[in-house]
T-cell receptor, first 115, second 114 residues
Framework: GAGVSQSPSNKVTEKGKDVELRCDPISGHTALYWYRQSLGQGLEFLIY????????KSGLPSDRFSAERTGGSVSTLTIQRTQQEDSAVYLC?????????????FGSGTRLTVV | AQTVTQSQPEMSVQEAETVTLSCTYDTSESDYYLFWYKQPPSRQMILVIR??????QNATENRFSVNFQKAAKSFSLKISDSQLGDAAMYFCAIILQGAQKLVFGQGTRLTINP
């Protein structure tokens, strides 16, 4: 596609439920990143994909968080048993090749609210 | 590990005036890239300007320019002739040569007063 597409744009869920957030990167971009932005905070790195593999999962905050990428394209971030502290904007980005030297292209994010 | 510090949580400027946003960073590496991103209410992060650490010349993009001081590890953003559309959160970020992970500062909220 022309840009990085994320869905849903907004998600309200009850505490304890599982949620899936989707990211569709720019066609041809092999690298894909997930970041979390809590209210009034900067961007916190979660996970990085190169193709379908995830060489860096160091930012996932707990084992309730997981992500996968299939076909070297679409990625899904899953949060199990959501907690109120999971409320944040989840941003996805993609870049071409194995280097981020030219920066990333970001999507508009998914705002997750856990009530 | 790299860190990025933006010491101004909020800034405001009159329309058509010039404003400078501060950013300092810390890294033990010598090869890296620095970025300023803009995040309007739409939430999408937009790349404003990029600087290669090995270049002494400051990057410029139209009304946006940087003051890159490598020895001081400082990377400030100057916005000239501020426009209402410049109102947004601005994030400073660093990535090491050969790395994949951008590290961001906490952001500065810029308000433009008409």
């Amino acid at each position: 596609g022309a840009g990085v597409s994320q869905s849903p744009s907004n998600k309200v869920t009850e505490k304890g439920k599982d949620v899936e957030l989707r990211c569709d990167p720019i066609s041809g971009h092999t690298a894909l990143y997930w970041y979390r932005q809590s209210l009034g905070q900067g961007l916190e790195f979660l996970i990085y994909f190169q193709g379908n593999s995830a060489p860096d999962k160091s930012g996932l905050p707990s084992d309730r968080f997981s992500a996968e990428r299939t076909g070297g394209s679409v990625s899904t971030l899953t949060i199990q048993r959501t907690q109120q502290e999971d409320s944040a904007v989840y941003l996805c980005a993609s870049s071409f090749g194995t280097r981020g030297n030219y920066g990333y292209t970001f999507g508009s994010g998914t705002r997750l609210t856990v009530v | 590990a790299q860190t990025v510090t933006q010491s101004q949580p909020e800034m405001s400027v009159q329309e058509a005036e010039t404003v400078t946003l501060s950013c300092t960073y810390d890294t033990s590496e010598s090869d890296y890239y620095l970025f300023w991103y803009k995040q309007p209410p739409s939430r999408q992060m937009i790349l404003v300007i990029r600087q290669e650490a090995y270049k002494q010349q400051n990057a410029t993009e139209n009304r946006f320019s940087v003051n890159f001081q490598k020895a001081a590890k400082s990377f400030s953003l100057k916005i000239s002739d501020s426009q209402l559309g410049d109102a947004a959160m601005y994030f400073c970020a660093i990535i090491l040569q050969g790395a994949q992970k951008l590290v961001f500062g906490q952001g500065t909220r810029l308000t433009i007063n008409p």
